[in-house]
């Protein structure tokens, strides 16, 4: 199978407890993929152990069979809408220009093509009126399509987004959905961390639940059943919890 | 005036002092957009011990190179402030320490170290002492023109690395996890702007005083951060003040110092304290007064929607009463009389009212007003009885509020949305947008 996405045997710790536990799976290309699992089951950190934003205590995470560095200018990130300060000093269209930085490189300056670029994906965000507007006064959903907008300009072939639906009305919602299978259509694969568990299987092709340890990952047909859904959401079996920890401590030094 | 600025013993405080505050006022917008004000208190203080090692090592082993003395305080407050970082970072990482915590820890152990050094000082070197002494409190009545040129040139050195890497800055202080995404390698970054930040600091001591050294940081980016949203324009606004607040602080010390020396008592007044003193002013007034964010527009433009409220409410009870005296509408609204009789003295001159007969009535263009602020409450009762389910019994106090906050657009699109109904929830009728 041709992997876009792959992990072997990952384990990732926040300080004393487990995020992700022995976490391996392979995922092939041109797929809209729902990452699901309750809070702090590790979702967001399986995406930023991918960027490299959090570093693995062992085992590996690649894109296209290749160390994350190799394939940066492949991947947008959509972080969470609430990572950032709203409050920040910045117009929209600054805010999506910035995907284009990474080419750029440390001492560049945005070319006129970068500019059309970056209207032209506020365009198809429907925000194309609000370019010039401080990022504050743009509503939750705004905020969103502006980092969507921001992902587009970088033209990637991967999309690994972090809750991009939370405080978000139904319309962007669905509207940023067909955006993105149009995105599918054009062999772009898509990862979105997702908690809503109705609109799971209407979105998705592929999904991994997760929780902790990754319980079943493939098709959303196959996978998305009560068995495997009451395994992801319900408790975790006591022993298991209490080793996991006691291993994380270990590690850490703390016992 | 202009002596200030030429005259040959008096140019260097001043020039020197502008530069400095130029680099910190820069630095300053940077840790205040992360968010890290307090970084820069703790790392002023934590140069302080490595000022008095320099000097003292100088004193005993160069006893005679008084005029290098500056270098070694550079050197001494670099290598003091970095272990300071250090150390607050190894705290917060491995020591598993709270950042707050961290941070007074580092503070108040390098100061008190550094206190106590400087007394020893005070015993074994009293002549050398008062070149520790001065940087407390900061001292630009000493500076020569060699301070001009390495204070020009580090701060030409801050103002053309900003400008170098402004776009990655931006995105990492935006959004540090995007930046990392993009390969855009923060912890680079980081370290370069840590070093400058330490060395603005060190460099602006000598003028406002490790005591003060972070409100010359913070006070210019606040203040700057009042007046816009453009990131390149909170620099060099921040810029600016800091300057300015540079020449006027110092000008106040050295004409404090004249007016009150004696021929007998030369009396110096610090410079630190006043530069510090106009920087902060500036930032409280700026908090208070700048158009968009200030308190003072703000809390007038509360005000005067409180004051729309109330017209709103009146035209919407005579609406439906007809016509009612100031008695009545005072005993209904909760508002103070005087407000009261100003809002009807103005409705009456815009054409809302009439008196008749000590009672107010609405006038023609008035029944039009009042007919829309009722349409809008009416209009949104149904929204939130059919497209949000609530009880029909529980909307009218929601839409008590909604009604004066509702714009055109929101109004026509809430048309849209319930296909323009006739009867509110409660069977009353909406009165029609276009009814003339």
Redo the contacts between chains.
Sequence with gaps: MDAIFHAEELNVNY?RTPVLWDVSFSIPKGLLVGIVGPNGAGKSSLL?AA???VKPLSGKIEFLQQPI?RV??K???V?QRQ???WD????AL??VL??R??K?G?????RRADREAAKKALEVVGMASYADR?I?ELSGGQQQRLFLA?AFV?NPDIF?MDEPFTGVDLTTEKEIIELLKKQKQEGKTIFIVHHDLPTVEEYFDWVMLLNTRLIAYGPTSEIFQAANLAKTFGKMPTVFDEAASLCAKKMSGYL | MIDYFIDPILRAPTWGCMLMCLSSSLMGVIVF?R?KSLLSESLSHASYPGVVLGVAFLASFFPFAEEWAFLVVLIGAFGSSLLGLYGIEWLEKKG?VFPDAALSFILSVFFGVGIVAASALQGSHPSWFKQVQMLIFGQAATMTDIHIVIYGFLACFIVLFLI??Y??L??V???A????????RATWLERSLFSLLLISIIVGMRSVGVILMSGMLIAPAVAA?QY????P??FFLSGLFGVGSALIGHILSVEGSLHWSTPESRFSLPTGPFIVLVSTAWALFSLCFAPKRGVVFRLARIFAFRLRCLQENILKYLWKKKSSSSKDLHSLHRSSLFSLHWVLRRMVRHGWLQKKCGSYELTGDGYQKAAQVVRLHRLWEVYLTHSLGREVERVHKNAEEMEHILTPDLEQRLTLLLANPKKDPHHQPIPDKYSL
């Design positions: 300080e930023k960027l490299g934003l560095s940066r200018q991947i947008a990130y972080p990572s950032v300060d920040f000093p910045i117009t600054q805010v910035m995907g930085y990474g750029m440390w001492f560049g300056r945005p401080q504050s921001r970088q690994l | 957009l968010k598993k170098a890497v776009r990655p931006q995105a202080l935006f959004d996890g995007y930046a990392h995404s993009l390969g855009i951060r816009t949203n453009r990131l324009i909170v």
